[in-house]
């Protein structure tokens, strides 16, 4: 039994699932449990069923999806971070297809509202770009990098596009700060 | 054998199946033909396949998402005409959630790049803000509507949350104008 248990069995299930959902392979518990070589019943100790360990998965896709922004954020012009931020979201979106769908399948929609999260590591940077109203520049923020992925996944950008996502990022992001709008007719 | 296929069966499909699909029912053709009242091989006169069929109720929303565009672009100025875009395109989203969705699920991957078509309304408003880089500035467009309308169906934005969406775009579609960016250093 205990060796059926360890610790960091829960975090080997989700890794390999993680996997599997990734090759589009079945993700069930019962092949979950085969694919760690532990008993069919051991993964019940940590998720009630299979939509429990799917779950667990898309909570570590947005750990996942953290990490990948934190680590593109390291230049103090807060334009340039958020670009790259931009960048990394969407070089994620297409290194994990499968799981950046169900990060977004709908369950609960989005990321959870923690500060603690991936949506905080953007917003921390918009503040910096003092935009007057700060719910609608990250969501714009937000909405112009999720919808660039979103084509990415669904065949409308092409993977060579990277020069022109860069260029559109900028745009996005340049219009977000808190100076006076340009005027709408040049 | 007139009665099968008479000049606008083929419309008439497209819009039973564009029905059957928001309603979650089945597609096939033979549930098509029974629904419509006509031979089980009646539909083959016009689609090969169901694939067929579902591609072209992708067109058929392409052509429907063009006339909703240009419905809301009636206002001379191009921010605001193009912000009403966005409104549209999102509302036509959470209008027809499996036909948006089937729209963009990668067969062809997003609108093609036609001039005559929904992208063509939005570059054509787009050009009038003389942006820099209009490839860039259409992706910037784009993805900032097409993530918000993602974003609203998969219950990432609730749906009164239209004044929200309102500032967000204005934010995107004001930064796109060629003007000078405002500075990242406030």
């Known amino acids: ?32 449990a085969r694919d760690a070589g532990v008993s069919a019943m051991a993964p019940y100790r940590h998720f009630r069923d299979k939509a429990a360990l799917l779950a667990a998965v898309a909570m570590r896709g947005f750990d996942d999806l953290k990490a990948v922004l934190l680590d593109a954020d390291q230049r103090a012009d807060a334009v340039a971070a958020l670009v790259a931020q931009g960048e990394a979201y969407i070089a994620f979106a297409r290194a994990n297809p499968a799981l950046f769908r169900l990060m977004f399948a709908g369950h609960d929609g989005g990321p959870p509202p923690a500060d603690d999260n991936a949506y905080g590591v ?48 900028t745009l996005i992001v340049r219009g977000l700060a808190g100076a006076a709008p340009p005027s709408s007719r040049p």
């Open 1 to 32: 039994m205990a060796d059926e248990t360890p610790p960091d069995l829960r975090a080997r299930l989700i890794a390999i699932a993680l996997d599997a959902l990734e090759r589009g392979e079945d993700v069930g518990l019962r092949a979950i």
């Open 122 to 169: 953007m917003v921390r940077r918009l503040q910096q770009l003092a935009p007057v109203n700060l719910d609608a520049a990250a969501l714009a923020c937000w909405s112009g990098v999720h919808g660039m992925a979103t084509l990415a996944l669904d065949g409308g950008l092409p993977d060579d596009a990277t020069a022109l996502e860069h260029a559109a990022l």
